[in-house]
Nanobody
Framework: VQLQASGGGLVQPGGSLRLSCAASGSIFSINTMGWYRQAPGKQRELVAAITSGGSTNYADSVKGRFTISRDNAKITVYPQMNSLRPEDTAVYFC?????????????????WGQGTLVTVSS
């Protein structure tokens, strides 16, 4: 199973970025997909997550600015990040809580994608 993250980069304060994370491999089902971030010298924190049913959870610091969506057919999750601030600068990591395909079905397991750097600076 792989989680392929993309979409990071440099953006000016007030700008927008859209990250994406695509899951592939022998996956039976995915419960929750989400994004975490880790700024230098800080602990990794939840940014946003979405369940298979579409329920969402956001960090207080991004509510009203970030929107997470999910394409179950493509097994991809997209956080749309608007009104970015310098304090949003961090390495962003994709996460999925999933069941592996096969007989028997195994899981749930926690998988992480590689980080993608988001830098908000003028």
């Amino acid at each position: 199973v792989q989680l392929q993250a993309s979409g990071g980069g440099l953006v000016q304060p007030g700008g927008s970025l859209r990250l994406s994370c695509a899951a592939s491999g022998s996956i039976f089902s995915i419960n929750t997909m989400g994004w975490y971030r880790q700024a230098p010298g800080k602990q990794r924190e939840l940014v946003a997550a979405i369940t298979s049913g579409g329920s969402t959870n956001y960090a207080d610091s991004v509510k009203g600015r970030f929107t997470i969506s999910r394409d179950n057919a493509k097994i991809t999750v997209y956080p749309q990040m608007n009104s970015l601030r310098p304090e949003d600068t961090a390495v962003y990591f994709c996460n999925a809580d999933l069941f592996l395909g096969g007989i028997p079905i195994r899981g749930p397991y926690d998988y992480w994608g590689q980080g993608t750097l988001v830098t908000v600076s003028s």
